[in-house]
């Protein structure tokens, strides 16, 4: 099984500070053949679902706010929130979908320093 | 617009089979690409992933419940149920089914449900 590990496992940022969030796993996540990171990142608010917000590693998805960003490739990723906004503190995931058991990273608390 | 919603017993107890239901409106499972995952959470946990169905019937487990675990589609009814046998409390979780992006080879889950709580105790 692919291993996803974060770090930290909580983070606290002042209001329009930024947030980095570092993904790493156990191998790499890259593949070859179309030079694809198969790595996305969730975030859950408290109470709620899990949101995709970036896929690809980089891509983000549809309505998400250009303040969020996702960096890095094969084993080692960043989820980088350039400004932070109170609407934000949530739990960061990482997850890897590049072998079938789709393995989840443990969580990052966000909050608001 | 999609939505799914899920739907099953709130409190099993210790060896009872979980049935849930993923309702879901907005695609279609007969389309080629498309897919439902499942999903938990126990209480203050990360997720973990437990299986996918896709268009064509495959299935896909998470290995360490393989063994406890079933999916099924009525693709005319738009209802994924998934089936976890052998319940123990260590299973107490929220439960959630998600849209799987509607492209073959690419299994990110971009719409969730609220999800259902299910509690194990005697």
């Known amino acids: 099984d692919i291993v996803m590990t974060q770090s930290p496992d909580s983070l606290a940022v002042s209001l329009g500070e930024r947030a980095t969030i570092n993904c790493k796993s156990s191998?790499?996540?890259?593949?070859?053949?179309?030079?694809?990171?198969?790595l996305g990142w969730y975030q859950q608010k408290p109470g709620q679902p899990p949101k995709l917000l970036i896929s690809?590693?980089?891509t983000r998805e549809s309505g998400v706010p250009d303040r969020f960003s996702g960096s890095g490739s094969g084993t080692d990723f960043t989820l980088t929130i350039s400004s932070l906004q109170a609407e934000d503190v949530a739990v960061y995931y990482c997850?890897?979908?590049?072998?079938?058991?789709?393995?989840f990273g443990q969580g990052t608390r966000l909050e608001i320093k | 617009q999609i939505t799914l919603k899920e739907s099953g017993p709130t409190l099993l107890k210790p060896t009872q089979t979980l049935t849930l239901a993923c309702s879901f409106s907005?695609?279609?499972?007969?389309?080629?690409?498309?897919?439902v995952g499942w999903i938990r959470q126990p209480p203050g946990r990360a997720l973990e992933w437990l299986a996918f169905?896709?268009?064509?019937?495959?299935?896909r487990y998470s290995p360490s419940l393989k063994s406890r675990l079933t999916v099924t589609k009525d693709t005319s009814k738009n209802q994924v149920v998934l089936t976890m046998t052998n319940m123990d409390p260590v299973d107490t979780a929220t439960y959630y089914c998600?849209?799987?992006?509607?492209?073959?080879?690419?299994?990110?889950?971009?719409?969730w449900g609220k999800g259902t709580t299910v509690t194990v105790s005697s």
């Open positions: 191998q790499s996540v890259l593949y070859t053949s179309n030079n694809k990171n198969y």
């Open positions: 169905i896709y268009w064509d019937d495959e299935k």
């Open positions: 998600a849209h799987k992006v509607g492209l073959r080879g690419v299994n990110y889950m971009d719409v």
């Open positions: 690809w590693a980089s």
């Open positions: 997850q890897q979908c590049y072998d079938r058991t789709y393995t």
């Open positions: 907005g695609f279609s499972l007969g389309t080629s690409g498309a897919g």
